[in-house]
């Protein structure tokens, strides 16, 4: 590939620019294709500059569409016919016109009309004038207030929190042109209108096609109608293909056929269930029905209007059932979605394999029940006309039998599905889920053991498969269906875990006090305090995502209702309440780490850890209790909410300290280890501070910006939730911008402000030391040292709150090693008459972060011009992974300045003043 004026693409950075389509990182890269991590990111930096690309977003979209992506000329979902396609040309044509004219075209007509089968056809046929690809959505399963979920399942994509999942679906269709097909909407038609309305004013370049038997009324719509078929020829032809598929002897004049399809109003799911029936019943039989019982129903009592013609076909067919197919047709109503023969045992009470299959295959036989392959082999479902017939004969007592026994199957396969997750041979939980979430909806909010074995299961599978705020809604529903006030406490907590897991601590916290409260009603004191006591913990320990911090008097009142609760003698209440003791006033952490390693839970010792860390007196074991955690969480099921959250703060505290001791390889590789394990990675705005961190100080600048520009615009779309800790990664944005030589700093800087929710720079000791690193770093860069004294002077001054210990992960300290060393070399640079003394005041950071002890020997190599010593500093910025720093050293030995260039050139960053 030849880039005008840009140079050839070699045959490597070919193969990386092909993988780069796959939104791969860097590590994953190198693995696929057997090179060093290193050599990625040149050839990346190359791939920048030849291609003239902003970002490594931008160099995907050259490489192709995503793997994850239909391609051009298939639809995903679409659902498969067995048979011919009969008829419908000029429907079919004017169904293509309207998409080629309209962004939403509505296939509109009654039940049994075809309007699924011909939207398949047609979809199928426009498919390659769609280069994003196309998916088709049944709806049929889907109640209100699941439409998104529905097309989120078929485009296989999921809820990042806080992040809604309009917004995700939104983030995917704007891919490029997209066909969108949303079948049987007509119960969900303000669903799907909402739906329509938000993807024609966001996604310009998606099409969506809906079929219904309601207009969606939204501006811009253009509807098709459906009426029947023409009876000569098409309802004739429809009738003898369907026929003879199942009697290829039968006997029929084509007079005959005509009749009955005219008794039929021509509608192909009533002429294809008569002409089922032609193996069994014959010539002779069909005329006789056709002469009888296939009357049209129209006004028939008891029928819905948009029923009645279908309500005859129906009537009909059920009629020439025998009992058990009847009653297995009334008990398979109660399926929203597909069934497979287990199904189909439980909803029928029967005991033996052999006679469901049996029934199944007569069913399947009469075209009252149909293949479904969706979701593999082996599963069936009813077409919604049938289902809403079915239902209609079942009785009073019957109904609640049969839901009764729906409700136990949904509770044992919920449970299924929750103790397989992480096996390799498991239910598709996208199979059962509209069954799962509309059996879970139709038990009452009262205490019963299956409907509460439901909802916690489903809560389990839900959460596991990234639906987080369902999750918490089920684990909440449990609560009120809990057989006991232990167990509602208990539930509560697990939607607070559901909460604290994706970082919505003050959900969290409220939903601790309710379990607390409800276990203190009911006479459960060690249970309030446990709830009491993990509240307070939420709070201080995440206190970044608190609009208003707790104040000392309230975090006082919490502890003390905890222990006068904590009323009997329980080791991991006691251990709770001293971890609380702990992160309120600074006491029982020791006690914390002792209980919880006495009683063996690895989620209390990462708790009691992350405590130990915050002692001052053990800041030289912050490694061990990182890498301690490291290897906890590496056995914890990432689909259990609690657990879930220590996996993600593990990785979060075990990058940060890579970078307070500025380890880069070792921050890398930690990201490469979450980039599997941890159950929030790739989320855009709260995994992705620890990447930008990382990339900045790398000089992997083009790929840090990508990222953080990504952030800022998920975080301001989900209303700039609160994130304090986002503050300093969108900080070395600012770093990166002035780095590169551009005049986008600033902005950056503003933004990291409105992120720590301060206007003053000195109202967070962490975005107060991150910025004081990043004004030093530029000012030695870009060679502007007016200001250099005052900059030294804040690098070295006492932040604000210093004599308050900060997290290892998050606090300021990490900062502060950076801005003093950047600040010490910025006097050299500037000739600050006490630089010596500046690089004597700092040089104990030197024995803790890797990169300042390189940035105080560069500054020192500064005073004494040695080329030895200067070539040594660029070989201590080779071993700790900071290129750019290492061509910034390079750049002041002459006989290197040319190698530091070309460096500088392919990490797309400006010359330093020297």
Not at 560 to 587: E, H, K, S, V
Not at 797 to 810: L, N
Request: net charge negative.
């Amino acid at each position: 590939m030849d880039t005008p004026g840009l140079g050839p693409i070699s045959k490597r950075e070919a193969e990386v620019l092909a993988v780069l389509g796959e939104h791969l990182t860097n590590a994953q890269i190198a693995h696929r294709l057997h090179i060093s991590v290193r050599t990625v990111e040149n050839h990346v930096s190359s791939l920048l500059r030849k291609l003239g690309a902003a970002n490594r977003q931008a160099l995907a979209a050259i490489a192709g569409p995503r793997p994850d992506a239909p391609s051009p000329g298939t639809v995903i979902g679409i659902p498969h016919g067995h048979t011919t396609f009969v008829g419908r040309r000029p429907d079919h044509d004017a169904v293509v016109t309207a998409l080629a004219d309209a962004r939403l075209v509505s296939l509109m007509g009654p039940g049994g009309m075809g309007k699924t089968r011909l939207a398949a056809v047609v979809a199928t046929a426009v498919a390659p004038a769609f280069p994003a690809g196309a998916a088709f959505v049944d709806l049929v399963p889907v109640r209100p207030g699941q439409v998104t979920v529905a097309v989120a399942q078929v485009l296989g994509v999921t809820e990042r929190p806080p992040q809604t999942l309009d917004h995700t679906i939104v983030g995917w269709l704007k891919q490029g042109r997209f066909l969108l097909v949303l079948d049987n909407c007509e119960h969900v038609v303000d669903d799907v209108a909402a739906l329509a309305a938000m993807v024609q004013q966001r996604c310009p370049n998606t099409t969506i096609l809906a079929t219904t038997r309601r207009r969606l009324a939204v501006p811009g719509e253009q509807v098709v109608r459906l009426g029947p078929l023409p009876i000569e020829p098409d309802a004739v032809r429809l009738f003898f293909d369907r026929a003879r598929a199942v009697d290829a002897e039968l006997d029929i004049d084509p007079q005959t056929a005509a009749a009955i399809c005219r008794n039929l109003d021509g509608m192909p799911l009533a002429v294809e269930i008569a002409a089922a029936r032609a193996a069994s019943l014959g010539a002779e039989g069909l005329r006789a029905a056709a002469g009888d019982r296939l009357r049209l129903a129209s006004g028939t009592r008891g029928v819905h209007p948009r029923h009645s013609s279908l309500s005859a076909v129906m009537s009909w067919s059920y009629d020439l059932l025998d009992t058990e197919a009847q009653a297995a047709l009334r008990a398979l109503s109660v399926f929203t979605g597909s069934f497979d023969l287990s199904a189909v045992a439980a909803a029928t009470a029967s005991t033996h394999d052999s006679a469901v299959a049996d029934v199944i295959g007569r069913l399947a036989d009469d075209s009252l029940v149909v293949r479904d392959g969706r979701f593999g082999r082996g599963r069936w479902r009813l077409l919604d006309t049938v289902r809403a017939f079915a239902a209609q004969r079942r009785d009073p007592a019957e109904h609640s039998r049969v839901r009764e026994r729906y409700i136990a199957w949904a509770a044992q396969t919920a449970a299924r599905l929750a103790a397989e997750l992480g096996d390799d041979e498991q239910l598709d939980f996208a199979a059962v889920a509209a069954d799962l979430r509309a059996a879970a909806a139709s038990t009452a909010a009262s205490p019963d053991p299956t409907a509460h074995r439901l909802a916690v299961s489903l809560a389990t599978v839900t959460f596991a498969y990234g639906f987080n705020r369902e999750a918490r809604e089920h684990f909440t529903g449990a609560a009120q269906r809990a057989p006991d006030a232990r167990q509602a406490g208990r539930d509560l907590c697990a939607a607070a875990n559901v909460a604290t897991a994706v970082y919505d601590g003050p959900a969290a916290f409220d939903l601790f006090l309710a379990a607390a409260n409800r276990s203190r009603a009911a006479g459960l004191d060690n249970d309030a305090a446990a709830a009491t006591a993990s509240a307070l913990i939420t709070a201080l320990r995440f206190p970044g995502e608190f609009p208003q911090r707790l104040t000392p008097e309230d975090g006082a009142r919490l502890l003390a209702t905890a222990m006068r609760d904590a009323t009997q003698d329980d080791p991991r209440t006691a251990a709770l309440i001293a971890a609380a003791r702990a992160w309120n006033d600074g006491t029982g952490a020791d006690e914390a780490l002792e209980l919880a390693r006495a009683l063996g839970d690895p989620l209390l010792l990462l708790g009691a850890l992350d405590i130990a860390m915050t002692d001052p007196g053990r800041r030289a074991q912050v490694g061990e209790f990182v890498a301690e955690r490291l290897r906890l969480v590496a056995e914890l099921p990432r689909h259990d909410p609690a657990a879930a959250t220590e996996i993600t703060d593990t990785f979060h505290v075990a990058t940060s300290h890579a970078v307070a001791t500025g380890d880069l390889p070792a921050a890398a590789s930690i990201l490469e280890t979450a980039a599997a394990q941890d159950p929030l990675a790739g989320h855009p705005y709260v995994t992705a501070p620890r990447r930008i961190r990382v990339a900045v100080l790398a000089g992997r600048f083009g790929e840090a910006l990508a990222a953080t520009e990504a952030l800022w615009d998920e975080w301001q779309r989900d209303g700039a939730p609160t994130r304090r800790w986002m503050a300093t990664a969108v900080a070395m944005a600012a770093l990166a911008e002035g780095l590169r030589g551009t005049s986008h700093s600033h902005r950056w800087r503003e933004r990291a402000l409105r992120v720590a929710q301060t206007d003053d720079v000195t109202g967070s000791i962490e975005l107060a030391a991150c910025i004081a690193f990043v004004d030093a770093r530029l000012a030695v860069h870009t060679g502007h040292t007016v200001d250099a004294g005052a900059m030294v002077k804040r690098a070295f001054a006492s932040f604000k709150d210093e004599t308050v210990v900060p997290h290892p992960a998050v606090g300021g300290h990490i900062w502060k090693s950076y801005a003093r060393a950047a600040a010490a070399e910025l006097a050299v640079f500037a000739g600050l008459p006490d630089a010596g003394e500046l690089l004597t005041a700092a040089s104990h950071h030197a024995a803790d972060n890797r990169w300042a002890a390189a940035c105080l020997a560069r500054a020192r190599g500064r005073l004494t011009g040695e080329p030895e010593h200067l070539a040594s500093v660029a070989a201590q910025w080779d071993r700790i992974g900071a290129r750019f720093e290492r061509a910034c050293t390079l750049m002041l030995i002459p006989e290197h300045r040319d190698e530091a260039r070309t460096e500088l050139e392919a990490l797309g960053a400006s010359s330093p003043a020297l």
